[in-house]
T-cell receptor, first 113, second 110 residues
Framework: ETGVTQTPRHLVMGMTNKKSLKCEQHLGHNAMYWYKQSAKKPLELMFVYSLEERVENNSVPSRFSPECPNSSHLFLHLHTLQPEDSALYLC????????????FGNGTRLTVT | KNEVEQSPQNLTAQEGEFITINCSYSVGISALHWLQQHPGGGIVSLFMLSSGKKKHGRLIATINIQEKHSSLHITASHPRDSAVYICAVMGDGGAQKLVFGQGTRLTINP
């Protein structure tokens, strides 16, 4: 049990589909993150929410839409994705955004066909 | 050139060997993380350090701020240590400004 749970673990979707990734943390943290990990590339930050407010949007295309309804839940809504969006999407949480260790979920492996 | 460079990219060793993974960075940092990623994808934070040395079990992490370099050592390596080890540096913006290395894939053979 990592304290950060992501669902689903695997997702295959067509380019015209709409789907959502879910992340839930049970650690009492107040900051949550979405990261993207593509093959042979370093982890890339996508979004940061602190106290349920988005504080970072790292030039992510609008076909990715995050939602943070409360400090324990984070969603990533997906629509009209491209095959190059296929990657591992990782959620993380921390207590504050400054000088605090990250706790990661196991990720959702997304394949866009 | 990535702001965070790790070496080697791949490392294969026999059980029991002493392992060293290196991380060099080119930016000013407030802290450096070492992370472990197993084949299933999940990432575990091993260390967060800003100076000196930290030890946890068979793992040791060191950092030299002047040289912009950190090392992760594993003593008495075991097949269960097989994973990707990732170095990440935290800039002045805190955790939201983490910059990641590409990772070192470690395989320990029995």
């Amino acid at each position: 049990e990592t304290g950060v749970t992501q669902t689903p673990r695997h997702l295959v979707m067509g380019m015209t589909n709409k789907k959502s990734l879910k992340c839930e943390q049970h650690l009492g943290h107040n900051a949550m993150y979405w990261y993207k990990q593509s093959a042979k590339k370093p982890l890339e930050l996508m979004f940061v929410y602190s106290l349920e407010e988005r504080v970072e949007n790292n030039s992510v295309p609008s076909r990715f839409s995050p939602e943070c309804p409360n400090s324990s839940h984070l969603f990533l809504h997906l629509h009209t994705l491209q095959p190059e969006d296929s990657a591992l999407y990782l959620c993380a949480s921390s207590q504050g955004v400054a000088y605090s260790p990250l706790h990661f979920g196991n990720g959702t492996r997304l394949t866009v066909t | 050139k990535n702001e965070v460079e790790q070496s080697p990219q791949n490392l294969t060793a026999q059980e029991g060997e002493f392992i060293t993974i290196n991380c060099s960075y080119s930016v000013g940092i407030s802290a450096l993380h070492w992370l472990q990623q197993h084949p299933g994808g999940g990432i575990v934070s091993l260390f967060m350090l800003s100076s000196g040395k930290k030890k946890h079990g068979r793992l040791i992490a060191t950092i030299n701020i002047q040289e912009k370099h950190s090392s992760l050592h594993i003593t008495a390596s075991h097949p269960r240590d097989s994973a990707v080890y990732i170095c990440a540096v935290m800039g002045d913006g805190g955790a939201q400004k983490l910059v990641f290395g590409q990772g070192t894939r470690l395989t320990i053979n029995p």
